[in-house]
């Protein structure tokens, strides 16, 4: 099997902690567009709410709708603006995507990689590792 197939399995950054509190400091520096990162907590809404959003730059868009036929990244910009209150990421801005363990994010970034995104990053330690392990769910 080659390499170079169209369904080879795109190239996602993995990063830790301290990476990603770097590119939230780039981001609350810089702001998004001079950053050149959109940080996407792919949990759903209610484990948010367990633990708290992983800083105030982190948009959420729940994996079920990025993964659905017609997914977010899918959209256009107007609409996917409308329906998830945020900028649409554009295809050269990194997308740094997490969840609760590293999995879905992973599962996140095929799925943006469908779409046209190719840098991407996911932050492989998730809430578990940034809120220090929260048990219970």
């Known amino acids: ?78 609409e996917f603006e409308e329906k998830f209150g945020f900028v649409k990421p554009s295809p050269d801005e990194t997308l740094v995507l997490s969840c609760k363990a590293g999995i879905r994010s992973m599962h996140a970034a095929y799925f943006a990689s469908l779409n046209g995104y190719t840098q991407l990053v996911n932050y492989s330690g998730g809430a578990d590792d940034w809120f220090g392990g929260v048990q219970g769910w």
């Open 1 to 78: 099997m080659s390499s170079s197939s169209s369904s080879a399995t795109p190239n996602i950054q993995q990063i830790q902690k301290s990476q990603l509190e770097d590119i939230i400091e780039q981001i609350r520096t810089n702001g998004r567009e001079e950053s050149g990162y959109v940080i996407i907590d792919v949990r759903n809404v209610d484990e948010i709410r367990m633990t708290g959003k992983l800083d105030e730059c982190v948009e959420t868009l729940p994996l079920p709708f990025i993964a659905a036929e017609g997914g977010a990244f899918s959209l256009e910009p107007e």
